[in-house]
């Protein structure tokens, strides 16, 4: 694909990649200059900012001494990363590593036991218990979050779809999770209100199998690896270099 030339500063060639780079830099935001306007509005910073560079240079800007320090600093920063980054890249784990480390760590990739509720959440206790009742009488139990709730999971029936210990404040899901599918809660005080929860679904805990959970045991067993690697070559480094810590 073509990289077209867009613009000559002081004999600096600006292309469409130059102005594509700067997009993608820019996140999100720079989703807002994908238009051809946009692109130009982009293009004019990048000429802004290499007439400036012309400038710096032509003014001696470069051989400051307050720019030297900060580019020294700013080299010295640059190097470590890219040092860490090359230490870290040359460290690699292979398919029978990474089934070892799934075979010695199951628990750790095991699915936990997760819950599956609605609710319906409202100020006192007293409300809830009337609710309840209207619910005990036939109302159906969406049908009376829809009316009553004050969360804005009313919108859909009071469902807040599935969920693991240690996502919800304690008091709910201590109750969630010591029901049984179909069960409805007395009102459950929280530092939100009262709830009545109703379980839809319980999903036990379980041991994950090798394929389910392949990528994430590779990426944990990498990880290690690295963290192994970079202790190493500290402690190698050491014995090179004098390291001298002062109180």
């Known amino acids: 694909m073509e990289n077209k030339v867009l613009a000559i500063v002081d004999g600096r060639e600006i292309k469409e990649s130059d102005v594509f780079s700067l997009m993608q830099n820019l996140g999100q935001r720079g989703a ?12 004019n910073e990048i000429i802004a900012q290499e007439l400036l560079y012309s400038e710096a240079l032509e003014n001696g800007f470069d051989k400051e001494e307050s720019f030297v320090v900060v580019l020294e600093q700013m080299k010295k920063s640059l190097l470590m990363q890219y040092a860490a980054n090359k230490l870290m890249t040359s460290v690699s784990v292979d398919d029978e590593e990474v089934r ?24 006192s206790e007293e409300e809830a218990l009337k609710i309840l009742d209207e619910i005990n009488n036939g109302l159906d139990f969406s049908d009376a979050a829809r009316k009553y709730s004050k969360c804005p999971s009313k919108d859909s029936g ?43 679904q319980v999903n036990e805990a379980k041991e994950s199998s090798f394929e389910e959970v392949k990528d994430e045991v590779k990426n944990q067993c990498l990880f290690n690896k690295q963290q192994e690697v970079y202790i190493e070559k500290q402690e190698e480094l050491k014995k090179k270099y004098s390291v001298e810590i002062l109180d």
């Open 158 to 200: 009071g469902a807040l779809g599935e969920f693991s210990q240690g996502k919800m404040v304690p008091e709910f899901e201590q109750a969630a999770f010591s029901m049984e599918p179909g069960e409805i809660s007395k009102p459950v005080q929280t530092q939100f209100g009262y709830h009545i929860i109703k379980v839809d």
């Open 100 to 123: 070892a480390y799934f075979e010695a760590n199951k628990s750790i990739f095991a699915q936990p036991k997760t819950v599956a509720a609605s609710h319906i959440l409202v100020d």
């Open 32 to 43: 807002q200059f994908r238009s051809p306007y946009g692109q130009k509005q982009l293009l």
